[in-house]
């Protein structure tokens, strides 16, 4: 099985802009992150996709492997299907470009998935992990995610899912992390689909495989993502850098 990871980068971001060439403790975040993804030695190829020229420099300069974008893309998977169109690859895993402190035991789970899955049930996978503050689950910012019984996603909301309207009833809030492993054909597929209105509402890519009856299994962490969206997020990393 030929598994392949892909980082897709923007520069542009809206509430840090430039944030993937920041310091990060002697080198940007998204070398670090790219170093992680090598390092985690779970995959063939692992290259940056990105439409800045500022970050696709970095990489090549520092021995890594990177690709330009050719077109203009609303969403990572759209970004990561242009670059995988023509590639002989199996399982493409989407690691997030802010999150350099790279968690392998869900990167582990989530390629044994498809390892398993000799009967090829699941289109792509995964990651979500338990919140219990109240202010982490009103938070809009913090996407929830709600699973049948096999651990597939029913569906995917920046609103509180379930609705509490009983307490005390054995319900979980599951936080939703935008790690994903595909099946190729899975994300060529979402790459030539149009946007439908769940997606367009939430503004969540993930819903548009489910509205179009695609299966996304979720694995469980006990590890919170360590993204890095604001210069506090920078400041909390440099600190956890310091004690690694």
Do not use: C
Request: charged share 25%.
């Amino acid at each position: 099985m030929n598994i392949i990871a892909m980082i897709p980068a923007r520069y542009a971001a809206s509430r840090f802009p430039g944030k993937l060439m920041q310091d990060l403790g002697g080198k940007s975040v998204i070398m670090r992150t790219y170093e992680a993804a090598v390092h985690s030695a779970l995959f063939q190829q692992v290259y940056v996709v990105t439409d800045s020229e500022i970050i696709y420099n970095e990489i090549i300069s520092n021995g890594g492997k990177a690709l330009m974008s050719l077109k203009e893309h609303e969403s990572g998977s759209d970004r990561i299907a242009e670059a995988v169109e023509n590639m002989e690859v199996d399982i493409v895993v989407n690691v997030q470009g802010d999150e350099p402190f790279l968690n392998k035991s869900a990167l582990v789970s989530l390629i044994d998935i498809f390892k398993k899955d000799v009967e090829k049930q699941v289109d792509l996978a995964s990651v979500m992990f338990e919140i219990t503050e109240k202010d982490e689950i009103n938070n809009p910012n913090n996407v929830k995610v709600i699973t049948d019984r096999s651990g597939f996603a029913l569906y995917f909301s920046r609103s509180v899912i379930p609705f509490p309207r009983a307490e005390n009833v054995g319900v979980r809030y599951m936080k939703h992390i935008g790690v994903y492993a595909f099946r190729k054909q899975a994300l060529m597929d979402f790459y030539k689909l149009p946007m439908l209105p769940l997606e367009a509402s939430e503004k969540l890519e993930q819903l548009r495989y489910l509205e179009y009856g695609k299966r996304i299994k979720m694995v469980e962490t006990t590890h919170g993502s360590i993204g890095i969206d604001t210069p506090e997020d920078l400041e909390k990393a440099l600190k956890l850098l310091g004690n690694v």
